[in-house]
C-alpha cells in the first residue's frame, strides 16, 4: 500500500542572512517538491535562484554516497568505495599515529559555514577536537572582522532589528548588493523608500542594488573609513552632533575632536575619490535625517583596514543620536543577538576542551607549507567548507593539500576541489535529511530544520560522523554522544527572556518563531553599550591595549599598479555551492572581467576578447566585459567558478594573497592588484 505524501517544514542552511523557511512534500520516502514556506514573516514563501533548485542537488547522480579512500594522486579525484567501519578504523589509527609521533595539534579540523546551523556547524566537532587538544581554528574570513570593528565602538556586531527599517527617512545601505545577498530584506527596503525615505547605496561598483537608490556614492574601495571621517568632521564643524547623547553615553567625544580638523572633506576627497560638494551633501543628508539607519553587511570589511571601516561607520550613529529613534542607528548581522540568548556553552563544552594552538583559516597554505611551524599540520579534517577554492592564495593552498605526507579527510556531499586531494572522502547529509536548529543573522526568527527524507546511501550529518568518530577513537565520554535533540533542547533551555514561550515543541509544529524581542526595541536609546566602559566608545582604551590606534580614523589602505579587483556573489552559485551542477554553470556563464571603457581602451581590449588576468600570484583566463558600472582603476570578477574561462580548474583566488586584516583576523580580500591583457 503507497503511503500518503507529506509535508515537512524547514529552513535553508546557506550561509546568508536570509536562512529562509520552506516546506518539503514526500512521497513514498522521495522529496518530491520544496518550496518556500509562505508563513514565514520573513521570507514569506519566496526562495533564490539557486535554492529554487535545491532537490536537483540532493538527487544529483555525482553525490557521494558512500565512504571513498584514495587510489589516485592527491588532486586526481580518484577514490574507491570502502565500509565505514574501514574508513573510521583507518581515520582513527592515523590520527593517533599522529598524536603519538607529533602532539594533537598536529591535528587542524577545518570547517566554515557550509552548513550554518546550531549543531551541524559546530556542536560534537568542537566537543571531540577541542578533548583531543588538536589545534583550534580562527573562522575569521567572513563577518568576524565587521563584528571586531563595530564591538570596538559599540561593544557588539549587531546593533537594531533589520526590520525596523520600515521607521527609518533616511537608509544608507552600505557595501552590500541587497538586491542579491539579501533577497527579502529588499522588499522592505523598498516599501520604506515609497513610503518617504531616501535610499542611499555606498558601494564602488553600480550594482543593482545601486540601480535603485535615490543616490549612489560611489567611493574608491577601502576608503568607507576616510568617508566617516570626513562626514565626522562636517557634523562636529557645523554644530550638527547630537551632543546631548553623546556627552551622557559615550566616551573620548573631545580626544575625537581634536583629530577631526585633519580629515576634512577636503582632505579626505583624494583618498575618497569624490568631489568634495558630494561628500558635504552626504554627511549633512546624514547628520539632518531622522531616523537614519546604516546597513552595511560584508563588503567593506574584506580589506585590510577592514576592522577601523567598521569603527569608524559604527562612530556615526552615535554622533547622530540616531539610537533614540526607531529606525534609527546601525543594522548589521542578528548572528550574535541569536547566540546570546541561546545557551551556547552547553552545545560547545567548551570547560572540557583541553589547552591549544590556533591557527587562522586565511593561513591554510601557508601553515601547510610552512616548515618551522611546529609542530606541523600533519592530519586535516574538513567539513562545511571548501578552501582548495574559497581560501586566499588558490596555488598555495593547493601545493599544501597535495603533500604525501598530509592526512586528509572530506566529509561533504559531493567530490569539491578539496575533496579531490583527499584520503578519504565521507558521504553527507544535506539540508533536508538531518535535524537543526537555525538561527538567522538577517532578521529575529529562530527555525528549526526537520529532516524530511532519509540519508540516501550511507550519508551522514556531521553530529553522527563525530559520535563515530569518537567511538572509533576508543573515547568514553557521554558529552561525546549527546542527541542532536538533547543539545538543541539545552540551547533552547538557557532561559533567556528572548527564548520565553520558544520550545522544541512549537518549533517543530510551527517551524519558526520571533526572538521575544520588546515589539519597540531601541537597545542603545539610552546608552547601555555593552562595553568595558558602558558606553560607546569613541576612545577605545581595548584598541589602545592591543597596540591599535584607540580613536577611528582611515586605518591603512593599500593601493598598488594595476586594476584593483573586486569580487562579487553569483546568482548562480553560493561561494563555491552549485557550481559543479551544470545547470547553474550555464546560468553562470564563463567566467569574465569586467572593465571601465577608459581603461579597457588603454589596454587595446575590447567586449569579449579572452584576456589573461595576472599578477605575481598566478593568473586566470576570462572573457572581457566592457562596462560603465566601475569607475576606472576597478576591474570586477564573479566569485564561484571552479573553471577559468580556459577550462582549468582555477578561479578568482589564485589572485589574492593572505594578507591580515588591520584585526578581527580577517583578510583583504579586495585588496588584490591586476593586470589585464589580451590573449
Request: include cysteine; glycine fraction near 10%.
Given at each position: 500500500?503507497?503511503?500518503?505524501s507529506?509535508?515537512?517544514?524547514?529552513?535553508?542552511?546557506?550561509?546568508?542572512?536570509?536562512?529562509?523557511?520552506?516546506v518539503?512534500?514526500?512521497?513514498?520516502?522521495r522529496?518530491?517538491?520544496?518550496v518556500?514556506?509562505?508563513?514565514h514573516?520573513?521570507t514569506?514563501?519566496t526562495?533564490?535562484?539557486?535554492?529554487?533548485?535545491?532537490?536537483d542537488?540532493?538527487y544529483?547522480?555525482?553525490?557521494?554516497?558512500?565512504p571513498?579512500?584514495?587510489?589516485?594522486?592527491?588532486?586526481?579525484?580518484?577514490?574507491e568505495?570502502?565500509?565505514?567501519?574501514?574508513?573510521?578504523?583507518?581515520?582513527?589509527?592515523?590520527w593517533?599515529?599522529?598524536?603519538s609521533?607529533?602532539?594533537?595539534?598536529?591535528?587542524?579540523?577545518?570547517?566554515?559555514?557550509?552548513?550554518?546551523?546550531?549543531?551541524?556547524?559546530?556542536?560534537?566537532?568542537?566537543r571531540?577536537?577541542?578533548?583531543?587538544?588538536?589545534?583550534?581554528?580562527?573562522?575569521?574570513i567572513?563577518?568576524a572582522?565587521?563584528?571586531a570593528?563595530?564591538?570596538?565602538?559599540?561593544?557588539?556586531?549587531?546593533?537594531i532589528?533589520?526590520?525596523?527599517?520600515?521607521?527609518?527617512?533616511?537608509i544608507?545601505?552600505?557595501?552590500?548588493?541587497?538586491?542579491?545577498?539579501?533577497?527579502?530584506?529588499?522588499?522592505q527596503?523598498?516599501?520604506?523608500?515609497?513610503a518617504?525615505?531616501t535610499?542611499?547605496v555606498i558601494?564602488?561598483?553600480?550594482?543593482?542594488?545601486?540601480?535603485?537608490?535615490?543616490?549612489?556614492?560611489?567611493?574608491?574601495?577601502?576608503?568607507?573609513?576616510?568617508?566617516?571621517?570626513?562626514v565626522?568632521?562636517v557634523?562636529?564643524?557645523?554644530r550638527?552632533?547630537d551632543e546631548e547623547?553623546?556627552?551622557?553615553?559615550?566616551?573620548g567625544?573631545?580626544?575625537?575632536?581634536?583629530?577631526?580638523?585633519?580629515?576634512?572633506?577636503?582632505a579626505?576627497a583624494?583618498?575618497?575619490?569624490?568631489?568634495?560638494?558630494?561628500?558635504?551633501?552626504?554627511?549633512r543628508?546624514y547628520?539632518?535625517?531622522?531616523?537614519?539607519?546604516?546597513?552595511?553587511?560584508i563588503?567593506?570589511?574584506?580589506?585590510?583596514?577592514?576592522?577601523m571601516?567598521f569603527?569608524a561607520?559604527?562612530?556615526?550613529p552615535?554622533l547622530?543620536?540616531?539610537?533614540?529613534?526607531?529606525?534609527?542607528g546601525?543594522?548589521r548581522?542578528?548572528h550574535a543577538?541569536?547566540?546570546?540568548?541561546?545557551?551556547?556553552q552547553?552545545?560547545?563544552?567548551?570547560?572540557?576542551?583541553?589547552p591549544?594552538?590556533?591557527l587562522?583559516?586565511?593561513d591554510?597554505g601557508?601553515?601547510?607549507?610552512?616548515?618551522?611551524?611546529?609542530?606541523?599540520?600533519?592530519?586535516?579534517m574538513v567539513?562545511?567548507?571548501?578552501?582548495?577554492?574559497?581560501?586566499?592564495?588558490?596555488?598555495?593552498?593547493?601545493?599544501?593539500?597535495?603533500?604525501?605526507?598530509?592526512?586528509t579527510?572530506?566529509?561533504?556531499?559531493?567530490?569539491t576541489?578539496?575533496?579531490?586531494?583527499?584520503?578519504?572522502?565521507?558521504?553527507a547529509?544535506?539540508q533536508?535529511?538531518?535535524?537543526?536548529?537555525?538561527?538567522?543573522?538577517?532578521h529575529?526568527?529562530?527555525?528549526l530544520?526537520?529532516?524530511?527524507?532519509?540519508?540516501?546511501?550511507?550519508?551522514?550529518?556531521?553530529?553522527e560522523?563525530f559520535?563515530r568518530?569518537a567511538k572509533a577513537?576508543g573515547?568514553?565520554?557521554p558529552?561525546?554522544?549527546?542527541?542532536?535533540e538533547?543539545?538543541?533542547?539545552?540551547?533552547?533551555?538557557?532561559?533567556?527572556?528572548?527564548?520565553?514561550?520558544i520550545t522544541?515543541?512549537?518549533?517543530w509544529d510551527?517551524?519558526?518563531?520571533?526572538?521575544?524581542?520588546?515589539?519597540?526595541?531601541?537597545p542603545?536609546?539610552?546608552?547601555?553599550?555593552p562595553?568595558?566602559s558602558g558606553k560607546?566608545e569613541?576612545w577605545?582604551?581595548?584598541?589602545?591595549?592591543?597596540?591599535?590606534d584607540?580613536?577611528?580614523?582611515v586605518?591603512?589602505i593599500?593601493?598598488e599598479?594595476g586594476?584593483?579587483?573586486?569580487t562579487?556573489?553569483?546568482h548562480?552559485?553560493l561561494?563555491?555551492g552549485y557550481?559543479?551542477?551544470?545547470?547553474?554553470?550555464?546560468r553562470a556563464?564563463?567566467?569574465?572581467?569586467?572593465?571601465?571603457p577608459?581603461?579597457?581602451?588603454?589596454r587595446?581590449?575590447?567586449?569579449?576578447?579572452l584576456?589573461?588576468?595576472?599578477?605575481?600570484?598566478?593568473e586566470v583566463?576570462?572573457?572581457?566585459?566592457?562596462?560603465d558600472?566601475?569607475?576606472p582603476?576597478l576591474?570586477?570578477m564573479?566569485?564561484?567558478?571552479?573553471?577559468?574561462?580556459s577550462?582549468?580548474?582555477?578561479?578568482?583566488?589564485?589572485?589574492?594573497?593572505?594578507?591580515?586584516?588591520d584585526?578581527?583576523?580577517?583578510t583583504?580580500?579586495?585588496?588584490a592588484?591586476?593586470?589585464?591583457?589580451g590573449?
Open positions: 500500500m503507497n503511503s500518503p507529506s509535508t515537512v517544514k524547514g529552513a535553508c542552511g546557506h550561509d546568508c542572512p536570509d536562512t529562509c523557511g520552506w518539503v512534500t514526500v512521497d513514498q520516502g522529496a518530491t517538491a520544496l518556500g514556506d509562505r508563513d514573516p520573513f514569506r514563501g526562495l533564490c535562484a539557486k535554492v529554487n533548485h535545491y532537490l542537488k540532493v544529483h547522480p555525482e553525490r557521494v554516497l558512500h571513498m579512500k584514495r587510489v589516485g594522486p592527491k588532486g586526481s579525484g580518484q577514490f568505495r570502502v565500509s565505514w567501519d574501514e574508513a573510521l578504523s583507518d581515520i582513527a589509527a592515523r593517533q599515529a599522529v598524536i609521533d607529533y602532539g594533537a595539534e598536529a591535528i587542524l579540523p577545518y570547517s566554515s559555514a557550509g552548513v550554518q546551523g546550531l549543531v551541524q556547524q559546530a556542536s560534537l566537532d568542537m571531540l577536537f577541542g578533548a583531543l587538544g588538536a589545534s583550534r581554528l580562527d573562522r575569521n567572513c563577518g572582522v565587521a563584528a570593528g563595530m564591538t570596538a565602538t559599540l561593544g557588539v556586531g549587531s546593533g532589528d533589520p526590520e525596523d527599517v520600515a521607521h527609518a527617512k533616511l544608507v545601505l552600505w557595501g552590500t548588493n541587497t538586491v542579491v545577498t539579501n533577497l527579502h530584506y529588499w522588499p527596503v523598498k516599501a520604506a523608500q515609497k518617504g525615505a535610499l542611499v558601494d564602488p561598483v553600480r550594482t543593482r542594488t545601486a540601480q535603485e537608490a535615490d543616490w549612489h556614492i560611489q567611493p574608491l574601495p577601502g576608503s568607507d573609513a576616510a568617508l566617516a571621517m570626513a565626522m568632521h557634523m562636529h564643524r557645523d550638527l552632533v547623547y553623546v556627552r551622557a553615553h559615550a566616551v567625544y573631545d580626544a575625537l575632536t581634536q583629530r577631526l580638523p585633519a580629515h576634512s572633506p577636503e579626505m583624494p583618498i575618497i575619490g569624490l568631489p568634495v560638494a558630494d561628500i558635504e551633501r552626504f554627511a543628508l547628520a539632518t535625517t531622522q531616523p537614519s539607519l546604516l546597513r552595511p553587511l563588503g567593506i570589511e574584506h580589506h585590510i583596514n577592514g576592522a571601516q569603527r561607520v559604527s562612530c556615526l552615535v547622530s543620536g540616531a539610537f533614540r529613534h526607531r529606525g534609527g546601525i543594522a548581522s542578528t543577538l541569536h547566540y546570546a540568548a541561546l545557551d551556547m552547553s552545545v560547545e563544552r567548551p570547560d572540557r576542551w583541553q591549544a594552538r590556533t587562522n583559516m586565511r591554510l601557508k601553515d601547510l607549507c610552512d616548515p618551522a611551524l611546529d609542530p606541523p599540520v600533519k592530519a586535516l567539513y562545511g567548507a571548501n578552501p582548495a577554492v574559497t581560501i586566499p592564495n588558490q596555488a598555495l593552498v593547493e601545493k599544501g593539500l597535495a603533500r604525501e605526507d598530509l592526512f579527510v572530506v566529509h561533504d556531499l559531493f567530490v576541489d578539496t575533496a579531490r586531494y583527499a584520503d578519504y572522502v565521507l558521504p547529509t544535506s533536508i535529511e538531518h535535524l537543526d536548529l537555525s538561527p538567522a543573522w538577517g529575529l526568527y529562530l527555525a530544520n526537520r529532516p524530511a527524507i532519509e540519508p540516501p546511501g550511507e550519508a551522514l550529518c556531521n553530529t560522523l559520535r568518530l577513537l573515547r568514553t565520554e558529552w561525546l554522544y549527546d542527541s542532536d538533547s543539545m538543541i533542547r539545552a540551547a533552547l533551555a538557557s532561559g533567556h527572556p528572548w527564548l520565553e514561550g522544541f515543541e512549537r518549533l510551527e517551524g519558526h518563531a520571533r526572538l521575544s524581542a520588546p515589539e519597540d526595541w531601541r542603545f536609546a539610552e546608552g547601555g553599550f562595553t568595558p560607546a569613541l577605545s582604551d581595548t584598541l589602545a591595549d592591543m597596540g591599535h584607540p580613536l577611528p580614523g586605518g591603512a593599500r593601493r599598479a586594476l584593483q579587483l573586486i562579487g556573489k553569483a548562480a552559485f561561494n563555491s557550481s559543479h551542477m551544470n545547470p547553474h554553470r550555464k556563464g564563463e567566467l569574465f572581467i569586467e572593465l571601465d577608459a581603461d579597457a581602451a588603454t587595446g581590449l575590447a567586449e569579449g576578447m584576456v589573461r588576468v595576472h599578477n605575481a600570484l598566478g583566463h576570462a572573457h572581457c566585459r566592457v562596462s558600472r566601475l569607475r582603476g576591474a570586477w564573479p566569485f564561484g567558478h571552479l573553471e577559468d574561462a577550462g582549468v580548474r582555477r578561479g578568482v583566488n589564485v589572485l589574492t594573497d593572505e594578507a591580515p586584516t584585526w578581527g583576523g580577517g583583504g580580500y579586495y585588496d592588484f591586476v593586470e589585464v591583457e590573449i
